[in-house]
């Protein structure tokens, strides 16, 4: 089995989110085919990152997302593939396709895990009642 583990930089400045999103896609880039497992060991974001949780709806083809709160709370839209979503960007290479499509929200409180399977359709880091606070989970990417 081969791991892949990457720190993301993270900060409370929410100016700085489209610059870590972009970094964590590069580092993403790196890990070739052969990677079994990618451990984001603490990743932290501010959720309210984008304007709504339509903004940022992706799914994955080759990898299993577990993302666990250890820190904080957030919503996550999720939606199934297959209803009325519209594909806005692919990047197949990190393994990420961006859409438009409405979601039902999720609360991932502290402590507490979500499991997203390929093809689910995800939006994390939407602020609780319109509040944001810095959050700190780790993602784990599981190859399928």
Not at 4 to 15: A, E, F, G, K
Not at 49 to 71: C, G, L, P, S
């Amino acid at each position: 089995m081969k791991a892949c583990i990457i720190q993301p930089p993270y900060s409370r400045d929410v100016s700085h989110s489209d610059e870590y999103f972009e970094y964590k896609i590069n580092m993403l880039n790196k890990c070739d085919d052969s990677i079994d497992i990618i451990v984001l060991p603490e990743y932290s974001d501010v959720p309210c990152a984008t304007a709504t949780k339509e903004e940022t709806i992706f799914y994955h083809k080759k990898y299993i997302d577990i993302q666990f709160m250890v820190k904080g709370e957030e919503l996550i839209g999720v939606a199934p593939m297959g209803y009325d979503e519209k594909e806005t960007q692919a990047i197949p290479e990190n393994d990420v396709w961006f859409y438009e499509c409405k979601t039902e929200q999720v609360t991932l409180i502290e402590n507490s895990f979500m499991v997203l399977y390929p093809n689910d359709l995800h939006c994390p880091g939407v602020a609780t009642n319109n509040k944001p606070m810095t959050c700190r989970k780790v993602v784990v990417k599981v190859k399928v």
